[in-house]
């Protein structure tokens, strides 16, 4: 898809893209277009819902805090709303969801096997962008 397409893509074509995300199918994003693809897809939708939740799969409590404040900055979210001092460190791999409607998070231990960004896009009304998409590779915004 060229960056001209990326501009003219649809609900519907962006939905597809990420569907293929899917936990049950996971996919590795490596090559820049097909991150570009992605990242195009998950700002439509983000753009197009009310409020978004996320949930971060990550190595460590650094990765997923440096994470969490890519996707938020990407996002357009404050990236104020991350007090790092809120956290303390947890050994070994983490789970953080981030909560756009109330802004605020939470972290825990995970021990699942999956690696990755889901992104949860809510709307207020029934026929708008309701829909969890993911995982999403760590390092899409970076």
């Known amino acids: 898809m060229s960056n001209q397409n990326l501009h003219n893509l649809t609900v519907t074509q962006a939905e597809k893209n990420l569907h293929e995300l899917t936990c049950q199918d996971m996919k590795s994003v490596e090559l820049q277009e097909e991150k570009a693809i992605t990242r195009a897809a ?31 900055e990407a996002l357009g979210y404050h990236t104020t709303l991350m007090n790092e001092s809120n956290f303390h460190s947890i050994e070994g791999s983490v789970y953080l969801k981030f909560n756009g409607m109330k802004e605020s998070y939470i972290m825990e231990s995970y021990t699942g096997k999956y690696r990755g960004v889901l992104v949860s896009c809510q709307s207020d009304e029934a026929t708008g962008i309701n829909g969890t998409y993911g995982y999403l590779p760590l390092d899409l915004f970076t």
């Open 42 to 72: 998950i700002l439509l939708l983000v753009n197009s819902s009310d409020y978004q939740m996320l949930g971060i799969c990550a190595d460590s409590t650094t990765e997923a805090l440096s994470t969490l404040g890519n996707y938020l």
